[in-house]
């Protein structure tokens, strides 16, 4: 018997080439996983006009953990349903700069915990007359508490202080709610955190990076405030993320199926190998994951690297080397 099952749904364009490559680095660590691998995306709409077969989903709902690659043109009718298949309330991006790698802030070590249920995503829009649309804001007591809590868990497991970014000198009920519940658990837990504006914040995280460690955030900040910080770090080609829920979860590279490229055996895959290492902590394989980001900071310092970076690799050349760096 595996100890997990591990679906795999590299979907389209990079997807395919990248999502090859994590796999190979989480085999090659050898934990007992069982990868089964499911369609998803625009070539398997071509095939049968459906871009998320029920089985996908299935076999989605039915792992302990999955890995998705990317989906080109029917993307939203891909990842958000697979999202909402693992019950998916957090966000998860870190943004961290790496020597070797051109950044703009060679110092940001960050991690975006965005609230990926509610807020102003929660899709209630309507036009009430002609010419007059509104957007209805939904902020709950326990989806903010739920999102503080796995912040800090977060925050301790890895080290870092912990943030919330907010705006509730504004939408006072609303993000008024969202700080309340942020202190509550704070307090409960003995923690500390900082509050922050989300706009001064944004200057801020352009400027000082390295103030900040973990960032808790209402949904629509965690999604401008974490591309912004991924400018800070140099490259999509280098960024992870994760969608977590209560008893399941989906790792995904940031960037999308990258069209220009797609084909050439040429994309990087450090984005979807690092969303590996994020699946092997979900899954309490700590050590696992350690040896997988060292291998990779090795091989980010050292190269080779893909052309991304200014290297000539291929991405089977880069995953070779992280893989042959595992010890
Ligand atoms: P999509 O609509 O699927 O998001 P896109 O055209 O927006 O496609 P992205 O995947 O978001 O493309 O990538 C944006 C740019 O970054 C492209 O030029 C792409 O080549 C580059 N890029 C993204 N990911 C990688 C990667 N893993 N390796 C190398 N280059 C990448
Ligand atoms: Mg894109």
New binding site residues.
Partial sequence: MADARIAVVPG???GRE?TPAAVRVLDALAPDFAFVEADAGDAVLEATGDPLPEETVETVEGADATLFG????S?ADVILPLRAAVGSYANVRPARAYPGVDALRPETDLVFVRENTEGVYAGIESEIAPGVTTLTRVVTEAASRRIAEFGFDYAERHGYDVTVAHKANVMRTTDGQFLDAVRAVADERGADHEEALMDALAMHLALSPEAYGVVVCPNLAGDVLSDLAAGLVG????LPSANVGSDNALFE?????????AGEG???????ILSAAMLLEHLDYDDEATRVRAAVEGVLEDGPR????GGDAT?EDVTTAVVDRLD
């Fill in positions: 389209d364009g990079i990248v990317a989906a080109g043109e993307a490259g999509l080609g280098l590279p940031v960037h999308g199926t990258a069209p220009d490229i040429v994309a990087n895959p450090v984005a979807a893909t052309p991304d970076l991405t």
